[in-house]
């Protein structure tokens, strides 16, 4: 399948979905054509437009149906939503051994984190920490990397924080194993540097 075609499949079951349960839309309903779509990649100000292309070039699946909610968001324009407690939104695991701390400043933004496995990256956890919260955590042993998603209005696990939302990731992997006969554990700080907020979603806006 060339690119054109899995950016299309992917169009049509997002916007189908979105639009299930309108027997008769309105013209103002209906969902925009996909030169809109492409228009919008131009002009969006989610991050910049070769990003965009580069999520086009590359095939992902997950990209590229990221991309299209993007776009589905801004075109769908949601309700924000009350803000999760700070706490385990979903996970993968009956039972976790090593300590996880997660703090955060109180500086009026909040966190959607997600937790992943590595090799494979896959997603062990994900969590919503309010902005100055401390979250207690305890996680099987191994070695995982941290995503996070950073906003002030939340639209759901969907949307996220919407078309501001920034993302972000840890810069070094961590691992939890035991030491000797003792368990290690982590603590992280998570914040958003001015000039990373100054900028748009950027290169992990699609593969979040």
């Excluded at 292309?53 to 776009?71: F, H, I, T």
């Excluded at 997603?123 to 919503?128: D, G, H, P, Q, V």
């Excluded at 209005?153 to 949307?159: I, L, N």
């Amino acid at each position: 399948m060339c690119i054109r075609d899995r950016l299309n499949a992917a169009y049509e079951t997002l916007t189908t979905r979105s639009n299930a349960g309108l027997t008769n839309p309105t013209h103002d309903q209906r969902p925009p054509g996909r030169r809109d779509f492409h228009n919008w990649i131009e002009f969006q100000k989610i991050t910049a437009p070769d990003i965009c292309r580069e999520v086009l070039a590359s095939g992902s699946a997950k990209q590229l149906s990221n991309l299209v909610y993007s776009y589905l968001f801004n075109t769908e324009k949601p309700d924000a939503l009350e803000l999760p407690e700070t706490g385990i939104l979903q996970k993968q695991f009956h039972r976790g051994l090593a300590p996880l701390n997660i703090n955060t400043r109180p500086e009026g933004r909040h966190f959607f984190i997600k937790l992943l496995e590595m090799p494979e990256q896959r997603e062990a956890l994900s969590t919503f920490i309010r902005s100055g919260d401390m979250l207690k955590l305890r996680i099987p042993l191994g070695v995982y990397t941290l995503k996070y998603a950073v906003g002030n209005v939340w639209y759901g696990t969907r949307w996220l924080f919407g078309s501001k939302t920034v993302f972000n990731r840890i810069e070094k992997d961590i691992e939890f194993s035991f030491e000797g006969t003792e368990i290690s554990g982590n603590s992280i700080e998570l914040y958003i540097e001015p000039t990373l907020l100054s900028k748009s979603a950027g290169e992990y806006a699609f593969d979040f």
